[in-house]
């Protein structure tokens, strides 16, 4: 079945560092792929998303781009801050299904 | 403001008393679900629900119920809780297809079955 492996974390990054979190998927076709970030006692919110290949999806400086070939949506950011501290979740929606599949989430710590 | 609102934010329990955690959204979406999130396992769905009457299995629905007799709720029953049920749980709503399609979470319940 449709799968998301995303790194494990924690990952301790100092402010204005770069940051990738990996994320791969296991699908059937071509399902839309999202980032969701939950901050401390919250539920998760969009941070963004790409339906399509070679899509990129950027919100608040962090990216991510639609690689069919690789089946990647790796999230990037230039220049962390210390109010990026969350944990951060890759999900996919499967095709014609309404279910979505989220990988274990990577909480990332920004040390200022 | 549009929102998802979820009851109690926490809740002990013992084992085998039901419980139901509520869940009402005012966006007038139509998709609702519910999630339970573990240290490791990430979220995992437990059911879903495409519009009023409709609602399917996720991933991990055993020893869970839900219902949707309205669109605005959508109502997590625990008949009889067990320890291994314990855990965070989300509900989620999501907006139309096609127009910035995205989830909106509640703030979570916290869950301790004893």
């Known amino acids: 079945g449709d799968s998301v492996t995303q790194m494990e974390g924690p990952v301790t990054l100092s402010e204005e560092a770069f940051l990738t979190i990996n994320c791969t998927y296991t699908?059937?076709?071509?399902?839309?792929l999202f980032w969701y970030v939950q901050y401390p006692g919250e539920g998760l919110q969009l941070l963004l998303k790409a339906t399509k290949a070679d899509d990129k999806g950027s919100n608040k400086g962090f990216e991510a781009t639609y690689r069919k070939e690789t089946t990647s949506f790796h999230l990037e950011k230039g220049s962390v801050q210390v109010s990026d501290s969350a944990v951060y979740f890759c999900a996919l929606e499967v095709i014609g299904t309404y279910k979505y599949i989220f990988g274990t989430g990577t909480r990332l710590k920004v040390l200022a | 403001e549009a929102q998802v609102t979820q009851n109690p934010r926490y809740l002990i329990t013992v084992t085998g008393k039901k419980l139901t955690v509520t869940c009402s959204q005012n966006m007038n979406h139509e998709y609702m679900s519910w999630y339970r999130q573990d240290p490791g396992l990430g979220l995992r769905q437990i059911y879903y629900s495409m519009n009023v009457e409709v609602t399917d299995k996720g991933d991990v629905p055993e020893g869970y119920k839900v219902s949707r007799k309205e669109k605005r709720n959508f109502p997590l029953i625990l008949e009889s809780p067990s320890p291994n049920q314990t855990s965070l749980y989300f509900c989620?709503?999501?907006?139309?297809?096609?127009?910035?399609?995205?989830?909106?979470f509640g703030s979570g319940t916290q869950l301790s079955v004893l």
């Open positions: 699908a059937t076709g071509y399902p839309s």
């Open positions: 989620a709503s999501r907006s139309p297809m096609g127009i910035g399609e995205k989830l909106f």
